[in-house]
Structures are given as C-alpha cells and as structure tokens.
C-alpha cells in the first residue's frame, strides 16, 4: 500500500509543478514505483515539465467518470520505467472534482505504487482542498519571499481542517521545501534564511533547492532538472527524494555562496 | 535604499518581523474549526429565542496547554 503525498504552495508560481516532476523521478531513480498525478484540472502542465505532453490521451476526469480506466490513462515515463503519470483535464475546470470520485481513484492508485504525488493547483479553492483531502502527507513548497510564505501558512491551515486523517483524529504529515534560495543574499541579511521562514511556519524542513537557471533550461526540454548531474537544483532534488525514500542525507548548506565559503576556509588558516 | 526609513535593519530581518505579525493575525481570524459558522449561527438562533442579538463572535484561544473557546455575544440594543 503505497503512501499519498500533496505538493502544495498556496501561492502559484513557487515552483510546485517542477517540485512535483523532480520528486516523481526522484523517488522513481531510488527503485520506487511512483504515480505523479496533476490535479490542476484546467490548467495542465506537469505533462510539459515531464515532456509528456504528445502521449496524454485520456485524463484523470475520464478516468473518475468511468470513460476511461486507470490503466489506459496512465502514461510511463520516457526516462525511468518506474514512474508513471496521470494527466489533469484541460477542458473541464476545477468544480468538476468530487470526493467520493477523488478517494476511489486514490484508493486504487495506492493499490499499485509506492509513491502517489498530487501536484495540487495554486489558491486554497475546492480544487486545492480535493488533493489534500485523502493524502497521507504534504510537501509544502515556498519561496524565501514574504508572499509566498504567507500564502503557504493559510493552505496549511486549511490542510489541517480539511484533511480526512485530521478528521479521523490523525495527523498529516507536514514538510516544507524552500525553493529558489540565493546564497549570497541570505548571506547580505536580504532574504530571509531556512531557520527563519521554519519558526514562522512552525513545519519540519525536507529540503533546500538553490536557484538554478538550468531550471528553465530543463522544462523547456521536458526534462526534468533532476537529470542533470551538473544543476545544483538537480542535485538537490537528488539529496531530498533520498531522504524521502528512507536514505539518510544531511543537509547542506546551500545558503553560503562561494565566495562565502572562500571566506570561511580562508579563516581557518589565519 | 531605505536604509533612512529602517535604520541599519537588513530587509530580511524586516521581513521576518512583518511575517510574523501577518501570519498570527491570519491564523487567529482562520484557524477556527471548520464548523465555526455553523455553531455561530446556531447559538445565534438559540440566544435570539430570549432577547435580541447583533453578533456572535467564537475565538479559539490557545494557551499553553489549555484551548478554550470564548463566546462574545453581543446584544441588539434596539429590541
């Protein structure tokens, strides 16, 4: 019985959808059967970011309305046999979702992976409170950015009244992925560090992604960053899909630039 | 830039501060329970038998180990 994770931001544009394909090839890469689902419904776009978009036939609505079943919408990943992908709908929009139609697809998904990873859609709308409902765990992606954290804080705190397994009285698994972070203007006091946007949100730290220009790079290919050995946001979503696949990875410290790291070592030898 | 307006304050620092305050006054407007409205209305309903209301407000209040809810009822003067 596989464990059900939403990827969530509140804020759009934080980078959640390219969280969402890193984590699934990630996990994927660490010999996991894993499912990325996009429940942006209107608005699909992790079949770009995993260069899928020419195989998408049937999509996760068909498959809830019974036009279509799991196996015939499901596409396999073209680089890594062990992750698979279930298309939003691009015509429909977000009310057509419903619970009961939500937990049974999850429910039979959880049957034949490891990992199921709900690339929730940006807002705190119904279509935001339907991915969350039935999952096990969230990864909440925010940017070192006053907006986006704030943003972040309310789709917690709807993921803590919404959420079945809160309902049931369990708890809901909680970890936050900084995204985007630059190091040399943590390091000049004009970004807020880790440890700070951590005591705000009061959540466990999974991991720190630096911005990376090969980011963009990577989805203009359809490639997610993760295979670049080279891109330090790949080896980041390297170190965390590690720590989600039960490997112990520290955590580096990629708020220091270079040149602050040149700074340190020099110190050492005064 | 604004350096006249924070002191020598860095902007992140600034950030932090202004988050903090942000977020507290979110969560106590939100973080209820779901079924806040719900029980507003019907202790609204249930007061209103007897003498007139203008508002109910529920806080949940938090402290320390102790949650508690705090029930305002407000009367309607005019009745």
Same mark, same amino acid.
């Given at each position: 019985?596989?464990?059900?994770?939403?990827?969530?931001?509140?804020?759009?544009?934080?980078?959640?959808?390219?969280?969402?394909?890193?984590?699934?090839?990630?996990?994927?890469?660490?010999?996991?059967?894993?499912?990325?689902?996009?429940?942006?419904?209107?608005?699909?776009?992790?079949?770009?970011?995993?260069?899928?978009?020419?195989?998408?036939?049937?999509?996760?609505?068909?498959?809830?309305?019974?036009?279509?079943?799991?196996?015939?919408?499901?596409?396999?990943?073209?680089?890594?046999?062990?992750?698979?992908?279930?298309?939003?709908?691009?015509?429909?929009?977000?009310?057509?979702?419903?619970?009961?139609?939500?937990?049974?697809?999850?429910?039979?998904?959880?049957?034949?992976?490891?990992?199921?990873?709900?690339?929730?859609?940006?807002?705190?709308?119904?279509?935001?409170?339907?991915?969350?409902?039935?999952?096990?765990?969230?990864?909440?992606?925010?940017?070192?950015?006053?907006?986006?954290?704030?943003?972040?804080?309310?789709?917690?705190?709807?993921?803590?009244?919404?959420?079945?397994?809160?309902?049931?009285?369990?708890?809901?698994?909680?970890?936050?992925?900084?995204?985007?972070?630059?190091?040399?203007?943590?390091?000049?006091?004009?970004?807020?560090?880790?440890?700070?946007?951590?005591?705000?949100?009061?959540?466990?730290?999974?991991?720190?992604?630096?911005?990376?220009?090969?980011?963009?790079?990577?989805?203009?290919?359809?490639?997610?960053?993760?295979?670049?050995?080279?891109?330090?946001?790949?080896?980041?979503?390297?170190?965390?899909?590690?720590?989600?696949?039960?490997?112990?990875?520290?955590?580096?410290?990629?708020?220091?630039?270079?040149?602050?790291?040149?700074?340190?070592?020099?110190?050492?030898?005064? | 830039? %604004?350096?006249?307006?924070?002191?020598?304050?860095?902007? !992140?620092? +600034?950030? &932090?501060?202004?988050?903090?305050?942000?977020?507290?006054?979110?969560?106590?407007?939100?973080?209820?329970?779901? %079924?806040?409205?719900?029980?507003?209305?019907?202790?609204? !309903?249930? +007061?209103? &038998?007897?003498?007139?209301?203008?508002?109910?407000?529920?806080?949940?209040?938090?402290?320390?180990?102790?949650?508690?809810?705090?029930?305002?009822?407000?009367?309607?003067?005019?009745?």
């Amino acid at each position: 019985m596989g464990i059900v994770i939403a990827v969530i931001s509140g804020k759009g544009g934080v980078g959640k959808t390219t969280a969402t394909a890193n984590l699934g090839l990630g996990i994927a890469l660490n010999d996991k059967k894993c499912v990325v689902v996009d429940f942006d419904i209107g608005q699909r776009n992790l079949d770009m970011i995993l260069g899928l978009e020419n195989r998408v036939v049937y999509d996760i609505v068909q498959v809830m309305d019974g036009e279509a079943n799991l196996k015939q919408a499901l596409i396999k990943s073209k680089v890594n046999d062990n992750l698979h992908f279930l298309a939003a709908s691009q015509t429909k929009d977000k009310s057509v979702l419903e619970s009961t139609k939500v937990e049974k697809l999850i429910a039979e998904l959880k049957e034949s992976f490891d990992f199921v990873i709900l690339d929730a859609p940006a807002g705190i709308e119904s279509g935001y409170e339907h991915t969350i409902e039935f999952a096990d765990a969230a990864i909440i992606i925010v940017n070192p950015e006053v907006s986006s954290i704030r943003d972040a804080d309310r789709a917690i705190g709807i993921l803590d009244s919404k959420s079945a397994k809160v309902k049931a009285g369990e708890d809901v698994a909680k970890y936050l992925i900084i995204n985007r972070i630059v190091a040399d203007m943590v390091e000049s006091g004009e970004m807020l560090k880790s440890d700070d946007i951590l005591e705000i949100l009061n959540i466990k730290l999974l991991g720190k992604v630096p911005e990376d220009k090969g980011v963009i790079d990577a989805s203009n290919q359809g490639k997610p960053v993760i295979l670049d050995k080279k891109s330090i946001a790949g080896q980041a979503y390297k170190r965390i899909t590690g720590r989600l696949c039960g490997e112990k990875v520290d955590m580096k410290d990629i708020e220091v630039s270079d040149a602050g790291l040149f700074k340190r070592l020099t110190g050492m030898f005064r | 830039m %604004f350096g006249f307006l924070f002191g020598k304050k860095k902007s !992140a620092s +600034v950030a &932090k501060d202004r988050l903090t305050i942000a977020i507290m006054s979110d969560r106590d407007r939100t973080n209820g329970y779901p %079924f806040m409205d719900e029980m507003k209305a019907e202790i609204m !309903a249930v +007061v209103q &038998k007897y003498i007139g209301v203008k508002e109910v407000q529920i806080r949940k209040e938090v402290d320390g180990n102790m949650e508690a809810l705090a029930i305002d009822v407000e009367l309607d003067k005019g009745v």
